[in-house]
């Protein structure tokens, strides 16, 4: 059974910083990438930063280029979303997922690429 854990969400005020964690069990980790994505209350689910497997490509949403960095420690089977500069429009629930099939060469940034998917953490961003 493929879990998803996340941890770092929490409520910051405007210009603060956050780190959020993703913990993957029950697949090989290294072998997939992993992506972040965040749902404001009553909008679609939208994608934020993505990492291959092997680190060597990542993606960022043009709201959060500059600001947030995504990165992965593949003997901890975990990736982490370093989330800086906060702004209120980044209010949301905050999402990790693991990619639909391994060793993708560019990451993917709809939902439809990934298969699994975390329980989701709340991020506050309060001016």
């Known amino acids: 059974q493929v879990q998803l854990v996340e941890s770092g969400g929490g409520w910051v005020q405007v210009g603060g910083s956050l780190r959020l964690s993703c913990t993957v069990s029950?697949?090989?980790?290294?072998?997939?990438?992993m992506a972040w994505f965040r749902q404001a209350p009553g909008q679609e689910r939208d994608f934020v930063s993505a990492?291959?497997?092997?680190?060597?490509?990542?993606r960022y949403a043009d709201s959060v280029k500059g600001r947030f960095t995504i990165s992965r420690d593949n003997e901890r089977n975990t990736a982490f979303l370093e989330m800086n500069r906060l702004k209120p429009e980044d209010t949301a629930v905050y999402y990790c997922?693991?990619?639909?099939?391994?060793?993708?060469?560019?990451?993917?940034?709809?939902?439809?690429?990934?298969?699994?998917w975390g329980q989701g953490t709340q991020v506050t961003v309060s001016s």
């Open positions: 997922a693991s990619d639909t099939r391994p060793w993708r060469r560019s990451p993917a940034t709809a939902t439809a690429d990934y298969e699994y």
């Open positions: 990492i291959t497997w092997n680190t060597y490509g990542t």
């Open positions: 029950g697949r090989t980790f290294s072998n997939y990438a």
